[in-house]
């Protein structure tokens, strides 16, 4: 099968296909019809694995079959199958998608934020914010699963691009992981931030929505929706879920933490710019030395807020 880069495999979300002619002998994409790739442009062959709850033989294999060309793949192979417990069968198949998409017309649309560089961040946190900016993070409920978060807000960060810690701008706290949304959004009142990361993993049942709509809950309950700034980010978040559940923006694979903290100073300048609360300039030494996190003494609750 392809091993055919997707456009934002880079990590860059929402990258743009590129523009550049297609190498001599490719044959050019039509984007208005993209089909999934493998041997040959338009083959639309492709790959899925499922497990079955039947125990494993050839009336499993049969009932694959059919199953992948209900769901209109044509000519459907079982290219492996095995048992993966009694009753359980685990099937990998290939098949021809006969549908194509108009990429032409979604990438058109605005997914791409324009991220900036981390000086640049530092650069216009300095010019539009003039403050350190306080961001509170956590992996919420009983989702275990830190390295999301980590990888945002750790001096570490991610494929070599540090977390916001290592930023002059920012004041980050990382709760850490299973930490209910009351007490992520209490710290996040107490500490006067500006911005909530939440990460979120596990989706078995639809956890995240749960866990990640309570949290949107509570902040309107503490009357600080309009102040803080609400991110989320995991594996199978993405931002039109987060918005749909009351976040400003969410992030999946591939997220960098220049891209939160680019999405963090722009949405929190256009709110100082609105509420016309003018900028304190960028003295405190927190500022100056602001390297390492966790320094910075607790803000008080900047005005605003609604409630
Ligand atoms: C490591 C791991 C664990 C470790 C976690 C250790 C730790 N400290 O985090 C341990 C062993 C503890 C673990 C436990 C479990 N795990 Co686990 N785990 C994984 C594994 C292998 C890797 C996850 C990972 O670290 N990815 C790397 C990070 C960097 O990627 P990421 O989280 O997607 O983060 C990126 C983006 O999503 C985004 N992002 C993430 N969060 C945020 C937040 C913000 C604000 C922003 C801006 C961006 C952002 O930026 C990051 C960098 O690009 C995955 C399988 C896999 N290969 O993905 C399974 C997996 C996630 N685990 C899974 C499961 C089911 C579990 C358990 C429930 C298993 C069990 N039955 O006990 C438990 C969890 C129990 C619980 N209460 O939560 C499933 C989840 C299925 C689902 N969708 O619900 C997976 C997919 C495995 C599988 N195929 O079944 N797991």
């Known amino acids: 099968m392809s091993s055919a880069r997707p456009a934002a495999a880079d990590g860059a979300q929402g990258a743009q296909a590129s523009a550049s002619p297609p ?7 039509d984007l208005e019809r993209v089909k999934p790739y493998a041997d040959h442009l338009d083959d639309g062959l492709m790959q899925l694995s499922f497990t079955l709850p039947v125990p494993y033989g050839l009336a499993a294999r049969r009932a694959a079959q059919e199953l992948a060309a209900k769901m209109g793949l044509e000519h459907p192979e079982v290219v492996h199958y095995e048992r993966l417990t009694e009753g359980y069968t ?19 649309e605005s997914f791409d934020i324009e991220f900036m560089t981390e000086q640049e961040i530092e650069e216009y946190a300095h010019e539009h914010i003039g403050r350190p900016v306080v961001v509170v993070g956590a992996a919420t409920g009983t ?3 830190s390295v999301g978060i980590d990888a945002m807000l750790n001096l570490k960060g991610f494929h070599g691009h540090h977390g916001l810690e290592g930023y ?8 850490g992981s299973q930490v209910p949304n009351s007490v992520l959004v209490a710290r996040a009142i107490d500490l006067g931030a500006d911005a909530i990361l939440v990460s979120q993993t596990v989706t078995q049942q639809n956890l995240h929505i749960s866990n990640l709509t309570e949290l949107v809950e509570i902040v309107e309950a503490e009357g600080q929706r309009k102040r803080l700034i609400l991110t989320c980010g995991g594996p199978r978040v ?12 969410g992030f999946s694979k591939g997220t960098y933490p220049h891209h939160v903290a680019s999405f963090i100073v722009r949405e929190l300048a256009a709110r100082l710019a609105e509420s016309e609360e003018a900028p304190q300039s960028a003295q405190d030494g927190a500022w100056a030395d602001g390297r390492g996190a966790n320094a910075g003494a607790p803000r008080p609750r900047a005005p605003g807020a609604d409630g």
């Open 23 to 29: 190498r001599a002998g490719r044959a050019q994409v």
């Open 90 to 108: 685990y099937f990998v198949m290939f098949g021809e998608c006969v549908h194509s998409v108009d990429y032409a017309s979604l990438s058109s």
């Open 143 to 145: 989702d275990t699963h």
């Open 238 to 249: 993405s931002n039109e879920l987060a918005k749909e559940l009351g976040y400003d923006a």
């Open 168 to 175: 002059k701008v920012f004041r980050t706290y990382n709760l």
